[in-house]
């Protein structure tokens, strides 16, 4: 485990700094676009669904028409607490409704008008939403997948921590690209928007808070991340393990930080395999 203490001030910014990481920001967004609105107008959808009573607290949900007991993957965006929405990342639906998978993406409210606790609370009662609502929607509360990319696999990770759902229900967690420890972040820019106290980011670092026994997770990574949220997830990923967790690490060659999950629109990438994976589902 390196220590991230050990990198001067301008070391840590650019170590946390994804968007440094690509030529073309932009264009990494706007890929996550291109890929989703069609998706609107291809696939059944039940969009806007209210999970609770924020105005940010939707879902969009792309069932299988005809099942009652389709398994579930379950999408947090990323945008580093701060940015993009559901409307952004619904690019897999098409692959995995094929592949007899419903799909749900979620909003949830955004820094700095949201606390980070707000958006955990958010994503967590969504779960339950979906959990309770599993019937009407016709999917199998047991075999939902929860999955986050960057800060969603950070908010991922917590609604996996949440001994009450995952008592319920058990998960299965996908999480890429994520943040799991947050006192770093509390000497970087993004602080300017989390606001984090030290007890605040204690709290709110899934890896201090370990998922439910029974939570089968992988844990994935972009070879062109920086440094540290490679470490990251892969302190978090030896932790899970030590636990007891079953844990699965890798990392995806040629991808960075931002196009690593598109491979979900792909039915044979090592990605949409690790969704078959923790739903059970054949090869």
């Known amino acids: 485990m390196s220590d991230w203490r050990a990198l001067a001030p301008a070391a840590l910014e650019r170590a946390y700094n994804a968007r440094a990481t690509v030529a073309d920001i932009e264009a990494e967004l706007q890929a ?14 039940q969009a806007g669904l209210r999970y609770g009573e924020s105005p940010d607290e939707t879902l969009d949900f792309f069932p299988l028409p005809g099942r009652t007991d389709a398994p579930l993957f379950v999408f947090i965006h990323g945008g580093y607490w701060r940015a993009l ?17 419903a799909v749900a993406a979620l909003d949830y409210s955004l820094a700095p008008a949201a606390h980070l606790s707000v958006m955990v609370a958010q994503c967590r009662r ?40 995952a008592a319920a229900k058990p998960l299965g967690g996908l999480l890429v690209s994520g943040l799991f420890d947050l006192e770093p972040l509390r000497h970087t820019l993004p602080n300017s928007w989390l606001k984090l106290s030290a007890e605040q980011a204690q709290a709110l670092s899934p890896q201090h808070q370990l998922p ?60 949409t395999g690790s969704v078959r994976a923790l739903l059970g589902m054949a090869a």
């Open 32 to 45: 996550y676009r291109a890929g989703s609105s069609p998706m609107y107008q291809r696939l059944a959808c």
């Open 85 to 101: 929405c559901k409307e952004d990342s619904v690019f897999m639906a098409e692959n995995f409704t094929a592949l007899g998978i």
């Open 126 to 165: 969504a779960m339950a939403w979906l959990s309770h609502n599993s019937r009407a929607l016709g999917v199998d509360a047991g075999r939902m997948v929860v999955a986050g990319s960057s800060a969603g696999a950070h908010l991922a990770a917590m609604v996996l921590n949440d001994a009450s759902l």
């Open 212 to 271: 439910a026994p029974g939570c089968a997770l992988q844990v994935v990574v972009a070879e062109h991340d920086t440094e540290e949220f490679k470490r990251q997830s892969r302190d978090y990923a030896q932790a899970c393990s030590a636990a007891g967790r079953p844990t699965l690490f890798y990392e995806l060659a040629g991808r960075n930080h931002f196009d690593v999950i598109l491979d979900w629109t792909h039915p044979d990438t090592a990605l």
